[in-house]
DNA sequence: CCGAGCAAATTTGTATACATATGGAAAACC
DNA sequence: GGTTTTCCATATGTATACAAATTTGCTCGG
């Protein structure tokens, strides 16, 4: 995957906005052991761009929580051990939780509503027949993304949405894992939306916080299951 | 308070730490107004450094959330609007709800626990007396630090600590600001610790979460009567 | 008088040279 | 032989020159 484009190609804004995506696509599709060290120089080369912009790049990541910085000494691919997606997950769940009742206080705009239930009518038709394959899961993806980025909108927190953004940034715990779950775990989540929507509609913001508190955990456990099960041989592998 | 001391005289690490620190001081002291354009030649001369280690701190504090970042633009002092802070403590509030649960499900060390107890003990004796003087209030600050951090810590979820600790850049939502409260709402709080570190050591979670949910709440509504009775003060005697 | 458009000045973005700190290998010493 | 010290290679931190973008203010035309 080392297609050496030089980042300049792409004309987003500024090179260090460019190397920002580069490096962050690059660590979280793994090109980057854990725990290894990041050196500029190499950077520059790799991304045909000066130390300046690969720097400010560094920063930016460290910042999300995606490398570890120490004076003088440089930057490394921070790993994250289960423990710490877990606690990403316990994290997100009562931040979206929270963002559910402040929604639901709030009430919604209509064009947050058509969205909802678009996103919801959306996955009904993709639920409606057998189970989703391979080529479905990505649909029900932005569908699923779509209907949580909604939510977080009519939640009307500038901190809060930041938080949720940071949460979703550690490796695995972002929604567009759902391709890893099983059949039976996507009909019941979506199902969850459906009731977090009645919840939020309904202005019952309590009901609505407990149901996406509860949502996302169960992300959490299905994740737990799926990794314990198959992805064994990547921890230790990793390790 | 303009001392205009150079920043490496004081040797943390590089200069570009100290700045990041001088400048993060000086946002928070509202040396500079909100919504003030902070141009990069003017503090370099203020801080005797050079632009690169300057251009590092600004980075830094945009990610912080206290400053905005457009490209090509140059960074700006955040302001913080009621609506904010008050977002701010709620997410606070969920959050340090979700350490009062961690820990009381894990449990605590014994040191963490001898740490609360010297906390809920030094708050008994300065309480102890007739009201708190104005010089007693920045010893009953630290003890509530010490509280809560040493709860935060023993929640054992690094990302959790990061979040919380972004909840308190935030200006005016920091637990330095018991300054602003009036003694009988320092009283009840602190009674709320009492309750809070019996719920952790006697491993209620839910509990512990919902009594500490809404310690945090509380402050977020004294907060806000002390806000509005103070402007009503502005508004009065014309300022 | 007002607005569009151009040009100069200012400001941020990038490259690069130099300074300083770290890590390790070789040499000196016990 | 093992430990310590010194020195050098390498990597990061800083300063600065240059490039590109934005802002400002002016001119010109309507």
Redesign the interface.
């Known amino acids: 995957m080392d297609q050496r484009s030089p980042v300049h190609a792409t004309h987003l804004?500024?090179r260090s906005?460019s190397v920002i995506e580069s490096l962050r696509s690059a660590v979280l599709s793994g090109e980057f052991a854990p725990g290894e060290r990041l050196h500029e120089v190499p950077l520059t080369q790799r991304l045909t761009v000066s130390r300046t912009p690969v720097?400010?790049a560094l920063?930016?990541l460290a910042?999300?929580?995606l490398l570890d910085y120490a004076?003088?000494r440089g930057y490394t691919v921070r790993q994250f051990p289960l423990s710490?997606v877990i606690?990403?997950y316990?994290?997100r769940s009562?931040?979206e939780?929270?963002a559910a009742r402040?929604a639901a206080e709030r009430g919604l705009t209509e064009a947050d509503r058509v969205v909802l239930e678009k996103s919801l009518q959306d996955g009904d038709n993709l639920l409606s027949g057998r189970a989703l394959s391979q080529q479905d899961r990505p649909s029900y993806s932005a569908i699923n993304v779509s209907f949580h980025e909604t939510i977080h909108a009519a939640a009307g927190?500038?901190?809060?949405g930041?938080?949720i953004q940071?949460?979703l940034q550690?490796p695995i715990s972002s929604p567009r894992n759902v391709v890893a779950f099983e059949d039976r775990d996507v009909r019941r989540r979506h199902d969850d939306h459906h009731r977090i929507f009645e919840a939020i509609v309904g202005r019952e913001p309590w009901r609505a916080e407990m149901l996406m508190r509860d949502h996302v955990g169960s992300v959490k456990a299905s994740l737990i299951r799926s990794l314990s099960s198959t992805i064994d041989v990547h921890l230790t592998s990793q390790r």
């Open positions: 804004t500024t906005q720097r400010a920063q930016a910042s999300e929580g004076p003088n710490e606690g990403a316990e994290v009562v931040l939780g929270l402040l927190s500038r901190i809060l930041q938080m940071l949460c550690v």
